[in-house]
């Protein structure tokens, strides 16, 4: 009797975690932490709807693993973010954690990834330090140094000697603003202005007064994601629009989530970034027609980097024939190249940041609708804002 009842007990017990072990080998957790509700929702939404149209496209198994993507909402607060980057590590025992709309949310998983040697997948956040936080962070988003060196180079040899800058007082609104200068003085630029404004509600109409009064030839602008909307808005109330201050900036200001939305004060804005949805590839055509089709919008580059982090798990897993352990996976993915939405990108080995090409983009009017229109590439840009080693 008892003999019966200890076989039963430890052959309840194997069947159990035989099936426990079996799950955890043929499914891949990814925990996607994103903003879905507050100022910056709309990254979360781009994100989140790229990967569903990825695992649409692509099927949601991948070397024979299923990928399960558990989507959590931090409201960009990093408390939350570390909250539930804990949760999904401890209590659902993802293999990856991924998303991060702002650097301070990545900045607060960066600890957790490299305790529990969990991957970090930074799909949007752009402040250069992050990639040294931790070495399981891998990052298909881009960084502010990227856009805002070059874009600093295009105004000094562009006719513009004056600017005055706003940008949010944030981490990368400093490295922006840091970079831009650097770039821009030494081309002979000079800033006349300098001005930051908070992260959350930002009021835009102090600067934009002092602009009507003191004529820079143009504002240098760095907003998040989701906000470009708003300045652009009141930048067109105060007439700045016809005052002939040029709007330049790494091309957040202009995202493409936003833009048709704008009106014709966007017209003429010049701006370098990783991804316009006019981008005129084969691929980028599909994946703006799919994106469409599936949303009733356009794609902006929050889109593209959820897009192009999911392809990096889906590539690392068939290169490690599913083995999903952290090292593995990161071994993968360093050094992996493939074509992008947006254009060719790679994984620098060294900094597992990053590489992609950094187009200058002038908004147009295309078809009846306004677009970032490339008008110049540079190719295979790395991180300028890497530490140097
Ligand atoms: C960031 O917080 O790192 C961030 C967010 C949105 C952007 C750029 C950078 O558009």
């Given at each position: 009797?008892?003999?019966?009842?200890?076989?039963?007990?430890?052959?309840?017990?194997?069947?159990?975690?035989?099936s426990a072990f079996a799950q955890a080998q043929e499914t891949v957790k990814i925990g996607l932490i994103v903003p879905m509700t507050g100022g910056q929702a709309s990254t979360g939404q781009q994100i989140n709807n790229a990967i569903k149209l990825y695992q649409q496209k692509n099927g949601d198994t991948v070397a024979g693993k299923k990928v399960e993507v558990i989507l959590k909402d931090d409201a960009a607060l990093p408390d939350?973010?570390?909250?539930?980057?804990?949760?999904?590590?401890?209590?659902?025992?993802?293999?990856?954690?991924?998303?991060?709309?702002v650097t301070p949310a990545a900045l607060a998983a960066a600890p957790l990834a490299t305790q529990a040697k969990v991957p970090e997948i930074v799909m949007?956040?752009?402040?250069?330090?992050?990639?040294?936080?931790?070495?399981?962070?891998?990052r298909t988003s881009f960084t502010l140094a990227q856009s805002s060196t070059i874009i600093g180079d295009w105004a000094a040899k562009n006719g513009i000697k004056k600017v005055a800058t706003l940008t949010s007082d944030?981490?990368?609104?400093?490295?922006?603003?840091?970079?831009?200068k650097e770039h821009f003085i030494a081309g002979g630029g000079e800033i006349v202005e300098e001005v930051k404004v908070p992260l959350a509600n930002p009021d835009f109409a102090p600067f934009l007064q002092r602009m009507k009064d003191s004529k820079p030839d143009a504002v240098f602008v760095f907003v998040p994601a989701g906000q470009?909307?708003?300045?652009?808005?009141?930048?067109?109330?105060?007439?700045?629009?016809?005052?002939?201050?040029?709007?330049?900036?790494?091309?957040?200001?202009?995202?493409?989530?936003?833009?048709?939305?704008?009106?014709?004060?966007?017209?003429?804005a010049v701006t370098a970034h990783l991804y316009s949805a006019a981008h005129p590839s084969a691929m980028n055509k599909e994946f703006v027609a799919a994106y469409k089709k599936a949303y009733n919008t356009r794609p902006g580059f929050m889109a593209v980097g959820g897009w192009d982090g999911i392809h990096l798990v889906y590539e690392a897993?068939?290169?490690?024939?599913?083995?999903?352990?952290?090292?593995?996976?990161?071994?993968?993915?360093?050094?992996?190249?493939?074509?992008?939405?947006?254009?060719?990108?790679?994984?620098?080995?060294?900094?597992?940041?990053?590489?992609?090409?950094?187009?200058?983009?002038?908004v147009e009017k295309v078809d009846g609708e306004l677009y970032n229109v490339e008008f110049a590439t540079f190719d295979a840009v790395k991180d300028p804002g890497k530490t140097k080693k």
């Open positions: 009797m008892l003999r019966n009842f200890i076989s039963a007990t430890v052959t309840a017990v194997s069947v159990l975690s035989i939350n973010t570390k909250r539930l980057a804990q949760e999904l590590i401890v209590n659902d025992k993802v293999n990856i954690i991924a998303g991060f709309g949007a956040a752009g402040t250069s330090i992050i990639t040294e936080r931790s070495p399981y962070i891998v944030y981490a990368p609104g400093n490295d922006a603003l840091q970079f831009f470009g909307g708003n300045f652009m808005k009141q930048y067109a109330e105060r007439g700045l629009d016809k005052s002939g201050i040029k709007v330049i900036g790494p091309g957040d200001v202009m995202d493409d989530d936003l833009l048709n939305n704008m009106g014709d004060a966007a017209l003429g897993l068939k290169k490690t024939g599913g083995k999903a352990d952290g090292d593995s996976l990161i071994a993968a993915m360093k050094g992996m190249k493939w074509e992008s939405p947006r254009g060719p990108i790679s994984i620098d080995p060294d900094t597992r940041d990053i590489v992609q090409n950094i187009y200058i983009r002038k």
